[in-house]
């Protein structure tokens, strides 16, 4: 079953998220946020991969966010809080998983590790079971360097990257890390530093992983004619480990 055009926010042309499943509270949910360099894109990124997701008991929601021009940092980071607000005001008895690819990886590791845009959407950090960062830049992105009028290849760590927020909390809800061996220049180098970063806090290993697939940016997210297997099965395999009910 697919619900379009679900109203999660205020404006209801842009604050949109699909529905993929049953409307079973016992399944657990991934919230997806959508690629494209915070400028393109569409929730419907998800219609390749949210079928194999479905056939392994678990929801998927794509979700809308405001992008640029009409958008400014951290108008995307509110979206992103207000749709995990929503999807678990809605299904509260669901597992809850945030996903991102690219972009929206960015906007995964900032609810992350910056808590307070969750709180201020009346999230308890807690209640989220786990995510999934595919391919997104820790740093500041590149598009909030270019609406400040910087050079988008620079690697600034400020209160704009996920990376600056590392260290802050006891611990991480569970994560999964993707990236590809022939990924966009400089992302996988900059995802090492992230793990490497949380290594040097000490953090629990066991609660963190990369996967690296053989593939360019993203492509394995949503190709085609035929959808690429691996991306759901990674996240299937997450979702499993981090204890899921309906899943064990």
Same mark, same amino acid.
């Given at each position: 079953?697919?619900?379009?055009?679900?109203?999660?926010?205020?404006?209801?042309?842009?604050?949109?998220?699909?529905?993929h499943?049953?409307?079973?509270?016992?399944?657990?949910?991934?919230?997806?946020?959508?690629?494209?360099?915070?400028?393109?894109?569409?929730r419907?990124?998800?219609?390749?991969?949210?079928?194999?997701?479905?056939?392994?008991?678990?929801?998927?929601?794509?979700?809308?966010?405001?992008?640029?021009?009409?958008?400014?940092?951290?108008?995307?980071?509110?979206?992103?809080?207000?749709?995990?607000?929503?999807?678990?005001?809605?299904?509260?008895?669901?597992?809850?998983?945030l996903?991102?690819?690219?972009?929206?990886a960015?906007?995964?590791?900032?609810?992350?590790?910056?808590?307070?845009?969750?709180?201020?959407a009346?999230?308890?950090?807690?209640?989220?079971?786990?995510?999934?960062?595919?391919?997104?830049?820790?740093?500041? $992105?590149?598009?909030?360097?270019?609406?400040?009028?910087?050079?988008?290849?620079?690697?600034?760590?400020?209160?704009?990257?996920?990376?600056?927020?590392?260290?802050?909390?006891?611990?991480?809800?569970?994560?999964?890390?993707?990236?590809?061996?022939?990924?966009?220049?400089?992302?996988l180098?900059?995802?090492n530093?992230?793990?490497?970063?949380?290594? $040097?806090?000490?953090?629990?290993?066991?609660?963190?992983?990369?996967?690296?697939?053989h593939?360019?940016?993203?492509?394995?997210?949503?190709?085609?004619? $035929?959808?690429?297997?691996?991306?759901?099965?990674?996240?299937?395999?997450?979702?499993?480990?981090?204890?899921?009910?309906?899943?064990?």
């Amino acid at each position: 079953m697919i619900r379009r055009d679900i109203v999660y926010g205020q404006s209801p042309t842009v604050h949109l998220m699909d529905f993929h499943g049953e409307e079973d509270a016992g399944r657990p949910l991934f919230l997806y946020f959508h690629g494209g360099g915070l400028e393109t894109g569409s929730r419907g990124e998800a219609d390749a991969f949210a079928p194999r997701l479905n056939a392994r008991g678990i929801n998927v929601a794509s979700v809308e966010y405001r992008m640029y021009p009409d958008a400014k940092f951290p108008d995307y980071l509110h979206d992103g809080a207000r749709a995990a607000s929503f999807a678990l005001e809605q299904i509260p008895n669901a597992g809850l998983f945030l996903g991102g690819s690219s972009a929206g990886a960015y906007i995964t590791m900032m609810l992350c590790f910056d808590t307070s845009y969750l709180r201020g959407a009346g999230v308890n950090p807690a209640s989220i079971r786990g995510y999934v960062h595919n391919a997104g830049q820790p740093t500041t $992105h590149f598009r909030v360097l270019k609406e400040r009028n910087l050079d988008g290849r620079r690697l600034i760590v400020d209160d704009a990257a996920p990376l600056y927020y590392v260290g802050l909390e006891k611990e991480y809800t569970p994560m999964l890390f993707i990236a590809a061996d022939n990924d966009m220049e400089n992302r996988l180098e900059q995802t090492n530093l992230l793990l490497s970063t949380l290594r $040097h806090f000490r953090y629990d290993e066991s609660r963190y992983a990369l996967s690296i697939l053989h593939a360019t940016h993203c492509s394995y997210v949503s190709p085609k004619p $035929h959808p690429d297997p691996r991306f759901a099965d990674l996240i299937a395999r997450f979702i499993a480990s981090c204890g899921e009910p309906s899943l064990i």
